[in-house]
């Protein structure tokens, strides 16, 4: 037969030569399979069945991936017929070889169409896997099923819960896959479609593999292992995917099915998923207006750090770790030293734990080039200062940054909280100044936030947004009108005050830590400033009981994990244990602060999330009444990327929308008159939203745009 082209969509395309179908889809940037796109392959499908001349038929896709899943926006789409499901189905039940052509992503419906094909051949490039996790879901299409049939429990469980692609090798390795090919799969699918049609070969639906059934006995067994890891894991998507893959074996392929749907849509509604979904939108949202459009960024291959200590050495091995070349300056031949063996001991950490391949343990090392000679600023493209929170030494630092540095160098300091107006007058380059707000460990914390004084030239700010990115960072941006106020630092701020309030009110610190982990937190807030560096954070300055115990503790001795110990003793190469050593300080605490606070005796962890939920809240809302943040979205942002606020929560002020504006502002309001803190009394912008019949979300921009996941 000749080459006849058939008019779908113009998302999918439909072509036959030489008896077999092609059936492309063509749905930039990555193929989402949105609900245009499943209309197009359902027709596409009815048309190659329909055609006698038709012998087999191959499933491929334009650009450089394959499909990377659905559409964001088209969830609540995803019942709309054809649902995925039934789509999946009826190319699993073709009378005719159906085969898949796969380059680049194919992930979550992209993989799961792959999944009920019958046969998939592979580029090298391909990866392949499951990431509904993400959006706390579980597979809607079948393929928690199918991937369960052809690879076991093991291998499935830890794809769907993870969420982590795996490479095509591999994937031929466990049998998700039939070929690996080098050039161009869909050639190679054309070829082996031509070859079934003269054999013969009939269809291979998925659904009647066994492989993955073959100990039941061990299948089993990997469930339980799972479920007993699982036990405290707050994600509701993680226990319905381990009930699917046990589903897998002990009910007909129809029933699990039906379950799988049943779960999806029950998660797709729920509070998690749409908590997640915020979360990545929000964090698209502040990435995408960290740099902005229309000032290109300056190009950054050369930094120049000054200042070796614990925030200096980590930003050293994010900029490593990305590739650049730098050059550490610090004060003398000892401190270069001790930096030295701080930078080279943690890769050498990152090696071990598997973050590093060996063999580039010494490439980086061979990028860092680290002494006490200034001179050295005048190669640098951006020079970043790190050297504590003195605002004296760091002014003097810019003086000589300013002048030691070439004209156009960006001069930026990661400190947490500069005086950006007076380190732009020190430097005398005032168009060149910026803030890089990093926070501790700075290797690992996703969070940069990115600050432009009035001063600041038009391009420092997607200058700094793009060197945030090439660092893997998630850059956030304050209103330039904040004057240089945090986003994530308040908010953070009235979680400590809130943790140091229960301290008070009797509670240790492993038990308030203990309260937040179980309300989503990945540390509680004590772990979290000892993370920090209590000096870093007790130069903050911050008012009431939170500053006062950061003050005490400080003056105590106690720094945090760096130095050893803070909240809690950090022996090396051991676990964290309460650091014992505080109990008297604590004892002083409680004897001056207010009796009660408000606490019908010593806090339950019930009452301590809650409180801690209503106080960030209540700071989020005064920064966006203050016009610090200009989208309760970048708070959110903010605290998912810098201090481990759970995502299927979404973020503080997704949070309040999900509890409800009006009950919010109540709760405030009884904290408020029963404490007498400041803390707790209600922003009048939640009077304004309550009366407008708004919430924050509203106050949001529209979404980020079509990005699949």
Not at 447 to 468: I, K, M, N, W, Y
């Given at each position: ?105 194919a992930l979550g419906g992209g993989f799961e169409l ?353 060197f945030a990115r090439m660092l893997g960072k998630l ?235």
């Amino acid at each position: 037969m000749g080459h006849g082209w058939g008019q779908m969509d113009e998302r999918v395309r439909y072509s036959t030569r030489d008896g077999v179908a092609f059936v492309t889809i063509d749905n930039p940037p990555v193929n989402a399979i949105s609900l245009v796109v499943r209309t197009g392959l359902q027709e596409a499908l009815s048309k190659a069945l329909a055609d006698a001349e038709v012998g087999a038929i191959v499933i491929a896709a334009q650009g450089p991936s394959f499909s990377a899943g659905a559409d964001l926006r088209d969830l609540d789409c995803g019942a709309v017929p054809p649902r995925l499901t039934d789509l999946l189905r009826d190319i699993e039940d073709a009378p005719k070889p159906v085969l898949a052509a796969i380059q680049g992503s194919a992930l979550g419906g992209g993989f799961e169409l792959a999944l009920a094909c019958h046969y998939r051949l592979v580029h090298t490039d391909a990866q392949l896997g499951l990431p509904d996790m993400a959006l706390g879901l579980v597979p809607s299409g079948g393929g928690s099923q199918r991937l369960v049939r052809l690879a076991g429990a093991r291998v499935a469980l830890d794809m769907l819960i993870s969420g982590r692609p795996i490479s095509a090798e591999l994937a031929v390795r466990l049998g998700l896959a039939d070929r690996l090919v080098r050039k161009s799969p869909g050639r190679a699918a054309f070829m082996a479609a031509r070859n079934f049609i003269q054999a013969k070969t009939p269809p291979r639906p998925t659904r009647t593999c066994e492989a993955g059934f073959a100990n039941p006995d061990d299948f089993l067994a990997a469930v339980e292992e799972r479920r007993a890891a699982a036990e405290d894991d707050k994600r509701e998507a993680v226990h319905r995917a381990i009930d699917l893959v046990e589903a897998a074996l002990l009910l007909p392929f129809e029933a699990a099915l039906a379950m799988e749907y049943a779960h999806f849509a029950s998660l797709a509604g729920g509070a998690q998923a749409h908590g997640l979904r915020h979360a990545i939108l929000a964090e698209r949202r502040a990435a995408r207006r960290s740099v902005p459009a229309g000032h290109p960024p300056r190009p950054v291959a050369r930094v120049a750090v000054l200042g070796g200590g614990r925030l200096g050495s980590g930003i050293v091995r994010a900029c490593l770790a990305a590739g650049l070349a730098v050059n550490l300056v610090e004060q003398d031949e000892a401190a270069v030293l001790r930096a030295r063996r701080r930078i080279a001991s943690g890769i050498a950490r990152d090696v071990a734990q598997g973050h590093l391949a060996p063999d580039q343990r010494a490439a980086q090392i061979a990028r860092l080039n680290a002494g006490h000679d200034i001179a050295v600023l005048s190669a640098a493209d951006l020079v970043l200062e790190a050297v504590g929170e003195d605002h004296e030494t760091r002014r003097a630092v810019f003086a000589r940054a300013g002048a030691a540095s070439r004209p156009g160098t960006l001069l930026a300091s990661a400190g947490l909280a500069p005086d950006l107006a007076a380190l732009a007058r020190a430097s005398s380059r005032p168009a060149d100044v910026l803030g890089l707000r990093f926070f501790t460990p700075a290797r690992w914390v996703r969070l940069v936030e990115v600050v432009c004084p009035p001063t600041a030239a038009p391009d420092l700010a997607a200058s700094g947004g793009a060197f945030a990115r090439m660092l893997g960072k998630l850059p956030v941006s304050p209103d330039p009108s904040g004057d240089g106020d945090s986003l994530a630092l308040p908010v953070f701020g009235a979680l400590f005050a809130v943790a140091a309030g229960a301290l008070c009110a009797g509670a240790d610190p492993p038990e308030i830590d203990t309260a937040l982990r179980d309300y989503g937190f990945a540390l509680g807030p004590f772990q979290l400033a000892d993370l920090a560096g209590l000096d870093r954070l007790a130069a903050l300055g911050w008012p009431g009981i939170g500053g006062i115990l950061l003050a005490e503790i400080m003056a105590a001795g106690f720094a945090g994990k760096e130095p050893g110990e803070g909240f809690y003793r950090h022996p090396a190469g051991a676990p964290a244990r309460p650091a014992r050593e505080l109990d008297a300080l604590t004892d002083r605490l409680r004897k001056r602060a207010a009796p009660g606070g408000g606490w019908a005796g010593k806090p339950t962890k019930a009452e301590i999330a809650d409180r801690a939920a209503l106080a960030m809240a209540n700071a989020g809302a005064r920064l966006l009444a203050s016009e610090v943040a200009r989208h309760p979205s970048d708070i959110d942002a903010a605290m998912l990327a810098g201090f481990t606020y759970p995502r299927w929560r979404g973020g503080p002020m997704q949070a309040a929308d999900t509890s409800g504006l009006l009950a919010v502002r109540t709760r405030l309001r009884r904290l408020s008159e029963c404490t007498g803190e400041a803390l707790f009394a209600p922003s009048p912008l939640f009077d304004v939203l309550i009366r407008d019949g708004l919430n924050f979300e509203g106050l949001n921009p529209a979404s980020a745009g079509q990005r699949p996941v």
